[in-house]
């Protein structure tokens, strides 16, 4: 089974500073990845996905992600705080086979500090 | 806006109820998934649809039942509530059923008393 270690139930960082969120994965064979934000009182928002090709994701609002096979992990970062990223990211895997259900990580609450 | 509707919002009911949550997904999209989001167990997978028919089943209790219609609307029903199922119920959309990202509505807050 499938399993998803997010380091950190809640980071503060300063404004302007770099923003790093952990994500490690457990699985036999490597799966598709994603890192979801979840702003207050509302749904789910893919930051982005990873599932072939360049390990080096970028995506929405300066966000990217590396995969690392050999550490099992998709960290996600990105350069400069702002203040409207302060929200709930989730770390999410889901399998390769015809079933897409995702697997979530327990979050981490991102504080962005003036 | 991710195209994926759910209603109601917001849902208050006494125990022993049966309350029964709706989403619309996006246009052309096949899959639905059903997930539950509390805070002590965190965002789970319940159930997934693919054209009506159950593709996959996560931890969803026996009490607790889904199904997709022919208009691809899905339809969560939650059966003897108890106090523990107060959660955020989320639906979830994909064109296929496998290869792509899910578009998550905004929610259905659950709430038993």
């Known amino acids: 089974a499938q399993s998803v270690t997010q380091l950190g139930s809640h980071v503060s960082v300063s404004e302007g500073a770099l923003v790093l969120l952990r994500c490690n994965y457990s699985?036999?064979?490597?799966?598709?990845l994603f890192w979801y934000v979840q702003y207050p009182n509302q749904g789910l928002q893919l930051l982005l996905k990873?599932?072939?090709?360049?390990?080096l994701v970028k995506g929405i609002n300066g966000f990217e992600a590396e995969f690392k096979k050999s550490e099992t992990s998709f960290h996600l970062t990105k350069p400069s705080a702002h203040m409207s990223d302060a929200a709930e990211y989730f770390c999410?895997?889901?399998?390769?086979?015809?079933?897409?259900?995702?697997?979530f990580g327990s979050g981490t609450q991102l504080t962005v500090l003036p | 806006d991710s195209g994926v509707t759910q209603t109601p919002k917001h849902l208050i009911t006494a125990t022993g109820q049966r309350v029964t949550l709706r989403c619309s997904p996006r246009?052309?999209?096949?899959?639905v998934y059903w997930y539950q989001q509390s805070l002590d167990q965190g965002l789970q997978f319940l159930i997934q649809?693919?054209?009506?028919?159950?593709?996959a089943k996560g931890n969803i209790l026996e009490r607790f039942s889904a199904q997709q219609f022919p208009d691809l609307h899905s339809e969560l029903n939650l059966s003897s509530l108890e106090l523990g199922d107060s959660a955020l119920y989320f639906c979830?959309?994909?064109?296929?059923?496998?290869?792509?990202?899910?578009?998550f509505g905004q929610g259905t807050r659950l709430t038993v008393v």
């Open positions: 999410a895997v889901s399998d390769r086979g015809s079933a897409r259900q995702l697997t």
């Open positions: 979830a959309s994909s064109q296929w059923d496998s290869g792509t990202e899910a578009f």
């Open positions: 649809y693919y054209n009506g028919e159950e593709r």
């Open positions: 699985s036999s064979v490597p799966p598709y």
């Open positions: 990873y599932t072939t090709g360049a390990t």
């Open positions: 246009s052309g999209d096949l899959s």
